[in-house]
């Protein structure tokens, strides 16, 4: 069979026909030959070991036993009667059971010959039995070498119940690959196989299917693994080399004097090692040719806005525009403020449009705008519209990706004969192996560093019954001066179920901390944004005590008196979200609290989470832990995900290869750069390098 072959429709695969192939289609995205090879078994039954029978332990594993059949027996039941079999070996006697198919057992089976059974156990007391075994002659099982390993194939109901069971895949794909006999194709360079000591396609495919052992199972599957890794990361790499190829950007050869004159005489604090790294490596990018696309990666409260502010001013000292893009009006207001007084101390101008700037405010604005005599802006979505107009914008800066498309990025670039240098700020800490894929087109700066001198947060979980005891305690934190965020979740704004549950707890509040000692402020997404703002403010400046919000409050809110997080129905929010309200607090000198409330029934991934959180204050832990509760799809949302579907590999669990993987596809772009590319899919995959010219062309991926 050749690669052509490879191509044809399933339902031309002897044993499949028109039905079957309509369901592999519908329930699995089987169309051809070469799809059900790329079915890759989730398990394998191991069929390597063997049993005795006095040495079974009293489990309900899958195990095989070699022995004989001495007596076969029918015993009656309720209903019916099921056929017993006495099975022996050296060392012992057991029972085989069927509760059908009596006829066919009895004219087939013969007795006091080698037998290979495999099941699963049953125990009576100390008795094991072994009910529908699979029974082999031992000298087939022998023949059988290949099949030691037994696939298991990912099915659906639906297939189970027309007949598409796993013993009829494991054969569909047995016959295909036993039709291959030319072998497949070499989709990797000799030399990166060589290296890394990894098997061929051909290999690899056979042994994935059907390995003769638990080493070359883990060899054919370290180099799928290495496979698929190495294309995405050749993919990503290439559009980012291209990308700076071809995008040219402003290069901005000094610093310039506003960032001299801030740097010397008005940096608030010193820098963090990891703020002085991550600024360097901006540097860098800023002096070259090419336009800078970074992302800036840091937990709660590393300090990211410096960063951005600094880096605002190397744009400004070059004679540029800078902005700043926020998810939300309250972020975008507090962003506003932030940067103002840093940007007052160097004489700077700094301006905010969001959809409540008023209609005068926006004209004055535009002219600024467009004349350069404002440096700074900063905004929400506003900013992208048409209208806004900068006379020569050098940097954008972007806080939280997610909420921000990568069109709505690139809608910035139009404003510019040149794209400006782009920052995209998170502070969502992505892992290292999931960032690296998903954002392979942007390099990554990680301030992996808190300031000095904060306390972490103390977290407990509590009970909605000791509700009053945790009032209390708020009560006295009050009293010390602090002030306290209470949060609901409120996962659609539109829900008046949760918009209840909302004002019941506020309401409860108020009781418990009436005024005139206790001012209470509430911020949720149905209020205007200005009444928002308003509140958020009067919290801001200490006027009130309490924050009642939802998770409004997420992202970014900078109240450094703030030292307490109450979470209300705490197992319903994910892990990352509860990290990043908790990170609202322990942004002073003071020790903060986050108090996790929640009902008594929990799920077990919402204990894992609870607990997640009252162990570790570490960003990138909780997102690992959250990473394998969810799955990355699911964490980078839907827009990533055609990145992350992968076949074989799996980014939490294979880090270390995905690595390597990604250091060879650089060293393999830098010797070749020309090498073509597909456009959107990793099928069809055609490169030719100087290495011959080769053409690799991936068969299975
Ligand atoms: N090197 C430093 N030394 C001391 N304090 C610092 C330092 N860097 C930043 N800070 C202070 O730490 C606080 C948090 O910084 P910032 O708001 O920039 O964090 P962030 O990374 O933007 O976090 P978030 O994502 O939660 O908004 C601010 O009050 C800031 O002034």
Known sequence: MNAQDLKAPIEYLKGVGPARADLLRTELNIHSFQDLLSLFPYRYIDRTQFYKI???QNTNAEVQIIGKITAVKMVPQKRGKRMVAVFEDETGQMELVWFQGHKWIRENIKTNTPYLAFGKLKWFGNKPSMPHPELDLLEDFEKKKAQRMQPVYPSTEKLQKRGLTNRKMNTMT??????????FTETLPEEIREKHKLVSKTKAIFDVHFPASVQDLERARFRLKFEEFFYVQLQLIRRNLVAKHKIKGFPFPEVGDYFMDFYKNHLPFELTHAQKRVLKEIRKDLRSNAQMNRLLQGDVGSGKTIVGFLSMLIAIGNGYQACMMAPTEILAIQHFEGISELAEKVGLNVKLLTGSTKTKERRLLHEELASGELHILIGTHALIEDKVKFK???????DEQHRFGVAQRAKLWKKNSLPPHVMVMTAT???RTLAMSVYGDLDISVIDELPPGRKPIKTVHRYDANRLKVFKFLKDELT???Q???VYPLIEESDNFDYKDLMDGYESIVRYFPKPDYQVSIVHGKMKPEDKAFEMQRFVEGKTQIMVATTVIEVGVNVPNASIMLIESAERFGLSQLHQLRGRVGRGAEQSYCVLLTGHKLSKDGKTRLETMTQTNDGFKIAEVDLKLRGPGDLMGTQQ??????????????GSILALARKEAHVLLKEDPKMLLPKNSMVNFTY???MKNKQLWNYIS
Do not use: E, H, M, W
Request: aromatic share 4%; with cysteine.
């Open 54 to 56: 006095s040495a079974l």
């Open 174 to 183: 047995f016959n295909l690959l036993k039709q291959c006999t030319k072998g």
């Open 392 to 398: 020569n914008l050098g940097l954008a800066i972007i």
């Open 429 to 431: 800490p992505i892992p």
């Open 480 to 482: 010390k001066g602090r």
């Open 484 to 486: 306290a965020y209470v």
């Open 641 to 654: 995900s055609g990145v992350l579907q992968l076949k074989i590999a799996d980014l939490v669990q294979d």
């Open 688 to 690: 030719q390098t100087n």
